[in-house]
Nanobody
Framework: QVQLVESGGGLVQAGGSLRLSCAASGRTNSRYTMGWFRQAPGEEREFVAAISWGGALTSYSDSVKGRFTISRDNAKNTVYLQLNSLKPEDTAVYYC?????????????WGQGTQVTVSS
């Protein structure tokens, strides 16, 4: 089992920045691909970004490409999501998740989420 805990959310004005963190504990010796998702009120959860174990592979949704950056520090069992040039439409609960393989469909573990609110 892997436990994931997100932090770093908050209230920020449009154009501002935040850095989200996701700390993993438990069975962290496995080489998990990590992802970030978000869910706005009344909307379905959507993919934001993913990063492979070694960091060589990353992917982003079109809506955040060029503004958000995913990274990880495996020594600290932590993955980050840097959010820049934030827009009100980025307001959502952000979740991190883990899966065994970069090309696997399903994420096996999920955090509880952290709220990001962007004011106009």
């Amino acid at each position: 089992q892997v436990q994931l805990v997100e932090s770093g959310g908050g209230l920020v004005q449009a154009g501002g920045s935040l850095r989200l963190s996701c700390a993993a504990s438990g069975r962290t010796n496995s080489r998990y691909t990590m992802g970030w998702f978000r869910q706005a009120p009344g909307e379905e959860r959507e993919f934001v970004a993913a990063i492979s174990w070694g960091g060589a592979l990353t992917s982003y949704s079109d809506s955040v490409k060029g503004r958000f950056t995913i990274s990880r520090d495996n020594a600290k069992n932590t993955v980050y999501l840097q959010l820049n040039s934030l827009k009100p439409e980025d307001t959502a609960v952000y979740y991190c998740a883990a899966k065994s393989g970069y090309y696997d469909q399903e994420y096996n573990y999920w955090g509880q989420g952290t709220q990001v609110t962007v004011s106009s």
